[in-house]
């Protein structure tokens, strides 16, 4: 695998931090616990985009772009790292936000994310849940073109060939800086969602033999639909890596039994994972996807699902920047704190 072939932009710092949790270690009493600081990126406080933005601004770039569009929730993580990339590299940005949740409080539909999208200089517009939201894009994209503009739609999530090889470039990272520290890692886990993640890490870690499985934790779709989704993808950056077909269904394991009510709706998991990392470990996790992903890894320790001795890695992807539009999940608003 030689990414140095595929044009990227400098846009996050990395390598991220590998670091052990030991408080949360001891306190869950189960396996050794680790970290991948991912919401480390360092672009507009960081998160998982970044990686995937460095290969899809560059291609941007290449075709002579001048704006990027692209979608995503109410308070997508992807939609402010886009913006700032956007920002970075002196492109227009215009944002689809689609209302999955029916939320209409100041604090999830101005807060957050969304402010940040502004401060980037960012345009936002705004689609009812359930709207085909890349038709949508396609539709204001043609509108530009009649213009006279040349815009770059990037995918939700930004997952698509392009990138997820931000997350092959991952593997690689985390394969590396593990056998630099002499750790072996038994599991990979993290919050996935629109697949881009799980599909680059799985190509990565597989045409690197390292025998390192990986569990995405659900957010949104059915377990049947995220695997397939994931499965589609990682076939198709196979492909576009120019590598023979060697991941197999057996590869991709999702578990979905923590999304709760649905996609940006908070569980009681995740209230109790995000208070728990930040007590523990002084980490802040995340409402829609660490927090619930984190849920998921705690209960999977309860039930048992790993030995004491073995290594796990949690892939931390950022978003802590939604806990604003959060405060009443946490008992916050109009409450004393704990
Ligand atoms: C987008 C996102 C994910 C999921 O990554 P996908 O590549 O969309 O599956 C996880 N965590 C956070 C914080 C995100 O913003």
Known sequence: MNLARFPRVRLGHMPTPLEPMDRLSKHLGGPRLWIKRDDCTGLS???????????????????????????????SNHARQTAAACAKLGLACHILLEDRTGYTDAAY??????????LHGATTSRRPGGADMQAEMEAV?????AEGRKPYVIPGGGSNPIGALGYVNAAQELVTQASDMGLRIDHLVHATGSAGTQAGLVVGLVALNSGIPVLGIGVRAPKPRQEANVLALAEKTIAHLGLPALVKAEHVVAN??????????????????????????GILLDP???GKGMAGLIDLIGKGMFRPDENVVFLHTGGQVGLFG?????????????
């Open 256 to 281: 979905c039994d923590y999304v709760g009510q649905g996609y940006g709706i908070p569980t009681q998991g995740m209230v109790d994972a995000v208070r728990l990392l930040a007590e523990q470990e």
């Open 109 to 118: 539909t101005q807060s957050g994310n969304v402010l940040m999208d502004k």
């Open 326 to 338: 959060y405060p009443d999940a946490f008992g916050l608003a109009g409450d004393l704190p704990r």
């Open 45 to 75: 406080t960081g998160g998982n985009k970044t990686r995937k933005l460095e290969f899809l601004m560059a291609d941007a770039l290449a075709q002579g772009a001048d704006i990027v569009l692209t979608q995503g929730a109410t308070q």
């Open 288 to 290: 829609v996807y660490s």
């Open 141 to 145: 994209a043609e509108t530009m073109r």
